[in-house]
């Protein structure tokens, strides 16, 4: 299980509103005027893979899919290259989910940063097909920077579900 906050406090369940709102602002941040630096993570990809892994039931391929159709029409790349992509990351992700929660977070990230790098393989891999550039070495920095938010971004994400520390007197549990 996830170490929350080095105690062994009990989640609640993830709410579809907070899920559907950091897929939302993730994809926000996917489409801020970044350019083409090298190292900017992909914020939808690692979304997506988290709630894959914590939320399988909820977040999968359906809607991985719908995100990389977003992605691709905004940001104007060959239509289903993203969609493509994120449908890959999903189906490892939901697959490897009940294994991934049993590690630590530095377990899950070293579980994640294959499955970020076969997304842009993926990835790269239609657009090689449709115009045959290939973006360099340094396109695949993205993942690596993307694996290193993996701690932050999990416990950023799921401050929401943490009970309160309140003990009740009347309840042993």
């Known amino acids: 299980m996830l170490p929350t906050h080095g105690s062994s406090r ?8 907070h899920i559907l709102l950091s897929l939302v602002f993730a994809l926000a941040l996917d489409l801020l005027p970044w350019g083409r630096l090298p190292g900017v993570p992909g914020f ?7 709630w894959c892994v914590r939320e399988p039931l909820q977040v999968g391929l359906i809607s991985a899919f719908m995100l990389g159709i977003v992605i691709d029409v ?10 493509l992509a994120y449908v ?3 189906f490892g992700a939901v697959t490897l ?3 991934i929660l049993w590690f630590t977070y530095l377990g899950q990230a070293l579980h994640v940063l294959p499955l970020l790098l076969l997304a842009q393989i993926t990835q790269m891999a239609v657009g090689l097909a449709a115009d ?10 993205s993942s690596f920077v993307s694996t290193a938010l993996w ?3 999990g416990l950023l994400l799921l401050l929401p579900q943490f009970r309160p520390d309140e003990k009740d007197e009347n309840r042993p549990i």
């Open 44 to 50: 939808t990809a690692l979304v997506l893979t988290f």
């Open 74 to 83: 905004a940001q104007g790349s060959v239509m289903g290259q993203h969609a």
């Open 88 to 90: 890959v990351l999903a």
């Open 151 to 153: 701690y932050p971004l």
């Open 97 to 99: 989910s009940r294994r």
């Open 132 to 141: 045959g550039e290939f973006p360099g070495w340094s396109y695949f920095l």
């Open 10 to 17: 009990i989640l609640r369940p993830a709410r579809r509103l």
